[in-house]
């Protein structure tokens, strides 16, 4: 992968990966959507995050329009998803990869826990999770108007994370996503990364993948947190995501400590750079 360096301010460049001989359709990669349109010099814009929030109110309307008139079913919010991820990623001419979705086993609900660095992150997973897609998100979220009320009728996960009773019922909703047969993502970290670290992990997604005896399977997304940076507005266009999937991961047998360690070093290892993202990795002129 070969690196581009381009100012984004007087003091901050950042690394962008864009069209390499590197990124080539292999039988373990898939090239999920191509550009939209011819290739251009990357620049930054705000323009693609005005077009999502215009796209966000417009699924979730025509959601709840379908729930008025009896159509509001899991089938319908798969098919709104389907074009929620792609018009995002057109609005920034940006390609969409996938790796290894060998692992998911048709007709298997499972739990995807990747690392979570940008807004991008998640239209990326619904573009390359297999079937129907929902996912853990905090409680705050849901308050927005329209938007909110749309993510919980269609299936989302809210958590209260700051109310560790509440949240464990609520996770009983996640228990359900399962045993119908959808695949539910969960942050382990528990909320975005700003530095493009892996935090420590929570413990919440583990208990539920216990409980239910459902593997996990491990991701990592990488091109998005160039693309769209933590608590900035601008896109970078032209740019490519790829969320790399790993081996299912069953937990039976398994005890809390041990999963999560295992989940953790195959999330890095899938990143291709674990030594320079772990957090929880001693650093030179620190003491373990």
Request: net charge positive; glycine share 8%.
């Amino acid at each position: 992968m070969v690196e581009h360096s381009i100012e984004t301010s007087a003091t901050m460049p950042v690394a962008l990966a864009i069209d390499t001989p590197a990124l080539e359709v292999t039988a373990d990669r898939e090239l999920l959507l191509d550009r939209a349109r011819p290739s251009t010099k990357p620049f930054w814009t705000y323009m693609p995050v005005f077009k999502t929030v215009f796209y966000t109110l417009d699924i979730s309307a025509r959601f709840l329009l379908s729930i008025l008139v009896g159509k509001g079913t899991r089938e319908r919010a798969d098919r709104l998803i389907d074009g929620y991820w792609r018009r995002i990623a057109k609005s920034g001419n940006a390609r969409v990869w996938a790796e290894g979705r060998r692992h998911f086993t048709p007709g298997q609900p499972c739990i995807v826990m990747s690392n979570h660095g940008s807004l991008l992150d998640i239209p990326s997973l619904m573009a390359t999770v297999p079937g129907s897609l929902r996912m853990v998100l905090k409680e705050e979220l849901t308050r927005v108007p329209v938007w909110g009320q749309a993510l919980v009728a269609s299936g989302f996960i809210p958590i209260n994370r700051k109310n560790r009773e509440k949240a464990i019922a609520q996770l009983d909703k996640a228990k359900r996503m399962l045993r119908s047969g959808i695949t539910v993502w969960i942050s382990p970290e528990g909320t975005r990364a700003r530095d493009q670290m892996i935090a420590p992990f929570k413990r919440g997604g583990f208990h539920l993948a216990i409980d239910l005896g459902v593997p996990i399977v491990p991701a990592f997304i990488d091109g998005a947190q160039e693309i769209l940076p933590p608590d900035q507005w601008r896109v970078l266009t032209e740019g490519d995501v790829v969320v790399r999937f790993g081996e299912a991961i069953d937990p039976t047998g398994m005890d809390m400590n041990t999963l999560i360690a295992r989940v953790r070093k195959d999330i890095l290892a899938l990143s291709g750079r674990a030594d320079a993202i772990d957090s929880e990795r001693p650093r030179p002129g620190t003491h373990p």
